[in-house]
């Protein structure tokens, strides 16, 4: 503001200058006062670029002779296992009201390379990426049907050695899926049959997994909604 603003009578010198010495010190407290960006806690890395701190090994049931699961180069690589590979989130995820999202590509193989078990309530989705023979996309199971078979099955022709941006967010009336910027899934579980493939039983409470298919992973984040 400018003391000698339109309107406002012009102050005279000796009237100004404990004014103007007042002002610097006004300015330095509201500095010291103001309260500092509070960053989005809501969240979390999964994913430290380095080592599988916050995941194990999937050692059981059908992913028990799987592949080795290095970190190199930012990246979770799962090798091809016999059938499957995959690492299981050491906590406790939330059960609604959140999106998990990450980074996939597949190295080689011809089945999925990124199927994601994660909970919807007190039941599980999983989440197939490049099944049954390398494209198909959708959610298993529902009401009985698989993937490869209900309203959410879609088709990507997909490539070796590519990143693929892949965001799942689970809300009580909403189910949806986005293969980079496509939304690929939106239901609405409300009075549907929501289960698992035994196989994937034990990829819960959230799980990543492969089929015969060695395929890498970065950048899992998962965040918390209001």
């Known amino acids: 503001m400018s003391f000698f603003a339109r309107g406002c009578p012009m ?24 309260e500092p960006a509070k960053k989005d806690s809501s969240v979390q890395k999964l994913f430290d670029g380095k080592t599988l701190k916050g995941w194990k090994v999937n050692g059981k049931g059908f992913y028990k002779d799987h592949g080795e699961v290095t970190v190199k180069e930012g990246a979770i690589h799962l090798g091809k296992g ?17 999106e998990f999202r990450l980074e996939a590509k597949r190295i080689e193989g011809s089945d999925f ?21 390398g494209g198909v996309t959708g959610l298993s199971n529902i009401d009985g049907m ?14 070796n050695d590519k990143w693929y941006k892949v965001r799942i967010r689970v809300e009580p009336k909403a189910i949806r899926v986005w293969l980079g ?27 990543i997994g492969t089929w015969y298919t060695g395929s890498a992973l970065r950048n899992l984040e998962l965040e918390k909604l209001e």
């Open 11 to 34: 102050l005279r010198p000796a009237t100004m200058f404990p004014l103007l010495l007042m002002l610097p010190l006004s300015l330095a407290s509201a500095e010291e006062t103001e």
């Open 82 to 98: 016999d059938p499957a590979t995959g690492i299981v989130i050491a906590s406790e995820p939330p059960k609604m009201n959140y």
């Open 113 to 133: 390379f990124c199927g994601i078990t994660f909970p919807v309530g007190d039941t599980y989705q999983t989440l197939i990426v490049g099944g049954w023979g």
């Open 146 to 159: 698989s993937a490869v078979e209900n309203e959410t099955t879609g088709y990507t022709e997909f490539e």
């Open 181 to 207: 910027d496509e939304k690929i899934v939106h239901i609405n579980p409300e009075g549907r049959n929501l289960d698992i493939w035994i196989e994937q039983d034990t990829t819960k409470p959230l799980g």
